[in-house]
């Protein structure tokens, strides 16, 4: 008896998990039965169902807090509020891809169950108390993420993306597993608290600073942090926009999550050793990114550069290497998944058929023929610069208060100075909605915004707002969390 309480326990506990990968098998398995155009229909709604399903499920994984399997998964306040932003980005993302599926004619019960599927493997990443079930979540979620980068077979970018994806990926990949390798042989263990035990016991030997160090590569990858970035511009750009949505936040929040949990928890004895590692990243980080989208042109490539030089922003928390800092990264992380999947959807639905209208130009007069589309998209664009009254503004005030709490003055000077260089992309896509004239040679008028992606928008607006007047209780369980991580 006492055995079905545990293996009941542990259900619950991951329960999540089963409900994402019980929906993507569902929405394979329907896949066959739905030939009709408005069958197909129903399958989105089910993709959405279970991330919804998933959402709620949160709530009997908090009912039962512990260690599930032994100790491989933790069900904490940390992992818990990662869940929450990860499946809320999911939702979000699956509502922005109704109308690009139908107008790219592209199949889409494999779709959805793949963006469950990946979703799952950040779920136990998020929740990974060790790190061969980390290395575990990490191909769970890539291995899909890979497939959904290249879905749009027929077209050449697509497929370049998928492949610049997969390889580098790979590569990312194996650092990560060599990594975990070598911190095993130094300690004897992959349990992240047993590891912090070893390291405060015999100290750290080369082994153990080597695999510090590959972990990093492996996991800098997945947060697009420099000098590991060099892949996310073009894959962004060629994946299918509402994939580029998702690939912008979700992973992002679920390698953020292993990432502090690894550092922190397993690496905590050895924090003057990455702390050098974290501060030098978010410095390059914030750079490349700002820097690499002034030049550009094209809305979407623009948006990737943005999510590099954000990630530099989430690392400057991190580098306070305090529990307020870390309180920090979460709130910024829920911040920045609301606002990045809401640019994208709006990139989405002014995109186009076969994602012809993506130049700047394109968006000239925009606001005109849909006032209120633009009007959220300014909203999102002006909370990544962090302007006051928004998730974003607060996001950064946060970040960089732990920073020079923690006296890392360069750091957050080097931060402001991005934030300026910022301001300079990002008011230049709202100045050419308001104020610059449409083409009139080649004029174009967007199509209706659909009910779906409305829906999107209205909650990724209305949440960034939110955190913006009213960051409290967000905060509260943010820091709720951190307090929870060690």
């Known amino acids: 008896m006492p055995l079905l309480t545990n293996t009941s326990q542990d259900l619950c506990r991951v329960a999540p998990e089963l409900v994402l990968c019980g929906f993507g098998i569902l929405l394979v398995l329907l896949e066959p039965f739905t030939k009709r155009p408005g069958a197909k229909k129903a399958l989105g709604w089910t993709g959405f169902a279970g991330s919804l399903a998933a959402l709620a499920s949160v709530r009997i994984a908090a009912a039962h807090r512990g260690l599930a399997y032994g100790g491989v998964i933790r069900v904490d306040d940390f992992s818990l509020f990662f869940h929450i932003v990860i499946l809320v980005g999911v939702a979000l993302a699956i509502l922005g891809s109704f109308r690009y599926l ?42 899909s993420s890979y497939v959904l980068a290249g879905f749009r077979r027929n077209s050449r970018k697509s497929n370049e993306s998928s492949l610049k994806y997969f390889l580098l990926g790979s590569f990312a990949t194996a650092f990560f597993l060599y990594g975990v390798a070598m911190v095993y042989g130094a300690t004897g263990t992959t349990r992240l608290a047993a590891i912090q035990q070893a390291i405060s016991a015999t100290g750290a030997n080369t082994l153990v600073v080597l695999g510090l160090g590959m972990i990093f590569v492996g996991l800098g990858f997945k947060v697009v942090a420099a000098p590991f970035q060099f892949y996310a511009p073009d894959v962004y ?25 690894v550092f922190y928890v397993a690496f905590g ?35 990737a550069y943005s999510s ?18 870390i309180a920090a990264a979460l709130f910024y992380l829920a ?19 076969e994602e012809r209208r993506l130049s700047l130009s394109d968006y000239a007069g925009i606001a005109k023929k849909q006032p209120v589309v633009a009007a959220c ?20 005030f946060y970040a960089f208060q732990a920073a020079l709490d923690s006296r890392l003055i360069w750091l957050v000077l080097i931060a402001a100075l991005n934030s300026v260089v910022g301001a300079f992309y990002y008011l230049r896509v709202i100045l050419t909605m308001y104020f610059r004239e449409p083409d009139t040679q080649h004029p174009w008028t967007p199509e209706p915004v659909g009910g779906a992606v409305g829906v999107a928008l209205a909650i990724a607006a209305i949440g960034t707002l939110y955190l913006g007047l009213f960051p409290s209780h967000v905060m509260t369980l943010a820091l709720r969390s951190a307090a929870s991580l060690r």
């Open 308 to 325: 590099v030089a954000h990630a530099g922003y989430i690392l400057v928390a991190f580098a306070a290497s305090s529990e307020i800092g």
């Open 102 to 143: 139908d107008e790219e004619k592209l199949q889409r019960g494999e779709y959805y169950s793949l963006v469950l599927f990946a979703a799952a493997g950040m779920g136990i990443l998020a929740g990974a108390g060790e790190l061969v079930t980390a290395f575990l979540g990490l191909e769970m979620s890539s291995i």
């Open 335 to 353: 911040a920045y998944t609301l606002m990045k999947i809401g640019a994208f959807t709006v990139i989405t639905h002014f995109g186009g058929q």
């Open 377 to 396: 998209f300014s909203l999102f664009l002006l909370s990544l610069l962090g302007l006051p009254a928004t998730g974003g503004f607060l996001g950064k």
């Open 237 to 261: 750009e060629g994946a299918p926009t509402p994939v580029a949505a998702l690939l912008s936040s979700a992973p992002k929040v679920a390698a953020f999550a292993i990432m502090l949990r």
């Open 269 to 303: 004895p050895v924090q003057h050793i990455w702390f050098w590692m974290i501060w030098s990243s978010a410095v390059l980080t914030m750079c490349i990114g700002n820097l690499g989208a002034l030049r550009q042109t094209n809305v979407k490539r623009m948006l």
